[in-house]
């Protein structure tokens, strides 16, 4: 699927298809990096503590907020990489990808569960790489 300046390739040649993320995203501009977001507010408070769908709901918030700083949006987002405490939270993180996203393609993902993040609140990090057309 082609939309403007990205190009994603959910099945290449002899790979098995993904579900829920696209397998190969290639494009065209200003390359845009998002430091990993966790469930913070504006005053560093944690937003939903112990509730993964909460957290992920803030930090795709987050997430919004810096790209748009950096003049992007979801739509230009080729790579998100999950970090989670608990694999489990995979589910409320593709929902809260989904709120956020709507009808976009599904960008390319790593998803991973990792013994833990920076504070033992925190369930749930989220990276994200996007272009943006010049």
Do not use: W
Request: charged residues 20%; aromatic residues 6%.
């Amino acid at each position: 699927m082609t939309t403007s300046h990205l190009t994603h390739i959910t099945e290449p040649p002899g790979v098995a298809p993904g579900t829920g993320y696209t397998q190969v995203v290639t494009g065209t501009g200003r390359l845009v990096l998002v430091s990993g977001q966790v469930a913070f507010d504006e005053q560093r408070n944690l937003v939903g503590e112990g509730d993964p769908k909460a957290q992920a709901l803030q930090v795709f918030e987050n997430l919004r907020r810096c790209l748009a700083a950096a003049g992007a949006g979801f739509e230009h987002v080729v790579k998100l990489t999950y970090f989670m405490t608990d694999i489990t939270h995979l589910a409320a993180v593709r929902e809260a990808r989904d709120e956020h996203l709507g009808a976009l393609p599904a960008p390319a993902s790593s998803a991973m569960q990792v013994a833990a993040l920076f504070r033992p609140e925190v369930l749930i990090e989220i990276e994200a790489f996007a272009i943006v057309p010049e």
